[in-house]
């Protein structure tokens, strides 16, 4: 059942070495970012690692290759209002370590990806608008300048989408074509906006023709429940068969951000892709790869593993925390909850709890949020001597509570209803007099391609310590 990573992960991109999958996606303002995942059947996926430690500005659309005995991964740096540029990281092995950033020097056009010319050896980079580098042997810097090599598809003029938005190139060679995929259409906006569309050709320099297939993934209602699909990336089984990953919204819950999507594809007998293969993105499919009985999906966010579960908000400082046997100490930092960098964690839940034990000492603030930016958030909090709460990003008031050194609190949001707890004793719980409502915490309203998240907060002075975390996945069918 799709999705198979629920949740906020945007603009999948997958490679396969052998019978191993690894994937990333989009950091965003997120750090440590660009978490690698590691996967033996496409479906069930484990973060192994993480490429980015150092905040950049805002990652997007990463493409992850392997080229020779290396495995790299491209990304565009986003610092708002179309300022962009172009990086890569590298490593032996997708577990890492992975290098430091080095900037390509490519700048204005976004997304790129890494493509080989098997008749010459020669490395390129293929970025939106239909354009395209030459990369050096070592893949390290551009080796030449930009040129225009593809229109995109023509877009229906009856069709409702954000705009033409040709970007998220993706390649891959298959027999005698190369086959170029694209996103047009738009990431977000109506929920028939996004696309993936496909063009061939016989020579890495084209001529590019546009399948009459296309588009290959669209929503074509809204009355879908996966709403702006696009963004796909080919992958192949060790047997042959090929399948898309793909980013897509959930009607209804836009704020849980682009969550990863998995179809299989055929190629036609003219050599055309084709999909989606008689069940819908929200129907049971069958598995690419028989699945392992063994595997086990364990909640391991009480463990507080830093990149792989956990991230923070644009700065990531590694003095500022330690943990020891499920116990978080966290350093207080900034006057509020969005200078303090949360700490947060990704879930694709439509509803959910989460709830811990916090100790305060000096005059630190600290306690649990769900977070989409510096200026839209929800949460409550305490100090040792006052509960506080905040909405829209505001601090909304404050109650006094008995002195015990230490309180617990509980956030649940149920179908993007958002309500606070307290206990004295982590057993009795005693509802908040506040709720509210946050379907709206999405791009389309608040910009920043972002998501939701649930975490944990510190500001003022001091540190907190933050003990028996717990979260609850309250959906049925999850």
Request: charged share 25%; glycine share 10%; with cysteine.
């Amino acid at each position: 059942m799709n999705p198979i990573l629920g949740g906020d992960y945007p603009d999948p991109t997958i490679v396969r070495d052998g019978n191993d999958y690894y994937m990333t996606h989009s950091a965003f303002n997120y750090l440590p970012g660009l978490t690698i995942f590691h996967s033996k059947d496409l479906v069930r996926w484990e973060p192994i690692s993480v490429a980015l430690t150092r905040y950049l500005g805002s990652v997007w659309a990463p493409d992850i290759c392997k080229y020779k005995d290396k495995f790299y991964i491209y990304f565009t740096v986003s610092q708002g209002k179309d300022d962009f540029s172009n990086h890569v990281v590298y490593a032996d092995s997708p577990e890492g370590p992975w290098s430091e950033p080095v900037d390509l020097n490519i700048d204005r056009w976004i997304d790129p990806c890494h493509v080989v010319d098997e008749s010459t050896g020669q490395r390129w980079l293929f970025l939106s608008g239909g354009h395209r580098v030459k990369l050096s042997e070592n893949g390290l810097s551009a080796n030449g300048k930009l040129e225009k090599v593809y229109d995109g598809w023509e877009i229906p003029k009856d069709w409702t989408v954000e705009g033409m938005a040709l970007e998220g190139p993706k390649m891959k060679r298959i027999g005698e074509y190369y086959y170029l995929l694209n996103a047009q259409g738009g990431t977000a906006g109506p929920p028939t906006t996004h696309m993936a569309v496909v063009a061939r050709s016989k020579s890495i320099n084209g001529p590019w023709d546009n399948s009459p297939l296309n588009p290959l993934i669209h929503t074509y209602s809204g009355t879908e429940r996966w709403w702006s699909k696009g963004h796909a990336s080919l992958i192949d089984t060790p047997d042959g068969r090929w399948w898309i990953v793909y980013h897509a919204y959930e009607k209804d819950f836009l704020n849980l951000g682009r969550q990863t999507l998995l179809e299989p594809v055929q190629i036609t007998e003219d050599g055309w892709l084709e999909a989606p293969l008689g069940r819908k993105a929200e129907e049971k499919i069958a598995c690419p790869i028989p699945l392992a009985s063994e595997w086990k999906n364990c909640d391991r966010l009480k463990e507080f593993r830093i990149g792989l579960d956990w991230k923070f908000y644009k700065q990531y400082e590694p003095g500022r925390f330690s943990i020891k046997d499920s116990m978080l100490m966290l350093k207080a930092q900034g006057s509020n909850p969005a200078e303090s960098s949360p700490i947060m964690f990704v879930t694709g839940a439509h509803g959910y709890e989460m709830s811990v034990k916090i100790e305060c000492d000096s005059s630190a603030v600290a306690g649990l949020i769900l977070y989409y930016n510096d200026n839209f958030y929800v949460g409550t909090g305490c100090d040792t001597q006052y509960r506080y709460r905040w909405r829209r990003g505001e601090l909304k008031g404050k109650n006094k509570y008995r002195e015990f050194g230490a309180i617990w609190l509980r956030l649940r949001n149920e179908n993007n209803i958002v309500t606070g707890y307290y206990s004295y004793d982590g057993k009795e719980w005693i509802k908040e007099a506040w709720g509210m409502e946050i379907s709206g915490y999405n791009h389309n309203t608040l910009s920043d391609f972002q998501s939701i998240l649930p975490g944990l907060f510190v500001y003022g002075k001091g540190k907190a310590c933050f003990k028996e975390f717990q979260y609850r996945c309250l959906d049925s069918f999850r």
